[in-house]
Nanobody
Framework: QVQLVESGGGLVRPGGSLRLSCAAS????????MGWYRQAPGKEREMVAL???????NYADSVKGRFTVSRDYAKNTVSLQMDSLGLEDTAVYYC???????????????????WGEGTLVTVRS
């Protein structure tokens, strides 16, 4: 079992900032990627920012230059610093992790995806 606990969501005015945090715990053997997705009302869930194996990052075009994702490898946490927030950033933000887990005695592995319950970010004047 892997658990993801998010924190930091809330209400913020346009142009303001928020910092989201996510802590992963449980049976974590190797992290392939970790980061954040979001889903606005009536829209599909989209990738926001990811930290990949090796430390490379990916950002949605809509957040480049405004959001910064970072990982603490020792604590298995990931944070998302969100600056210059706009109304379009209102969404439920979900922590995401893809791990590689040993599944048998022979050492075979399987990739597994896990999601947090989500934290609501509301940008409103």
């Amino acid at each position: 079992q892997v658990q993801l606990v998010e924190s930091g969501g809330g209400l913020v005015r346009p142009g303001g900032s928020l910092r989201l945090s996510c802590a992963a715990s449980g049976n974590i053997e190797r992290i392939h990627s970790m980061g954040w997705y979001r889903q606005a009302p009536g829209k599909e869930r989209e990738m926001v920012a990811l930290v990949n194996r090796g430390g490379s990052t990916n950002y949605a075009d809509s957040v480049k230059g405004r959001f910064t994702v970072s990982r603490d490898y020792a604590k298995n946490t990931v944070s998302l610093q969100m600056d210059s927030l706009g109304l379009e950033d209102t969404a439920v933000y979900y922590c995401y992790i893809r791990i590689q887990r040993v599944v048998n005695v022979e050492g075979a592995t399987r990739s597994m995806d896990y999601w947090g319950e989500g934290t609501l970010v509301t940008v409103r004047s």
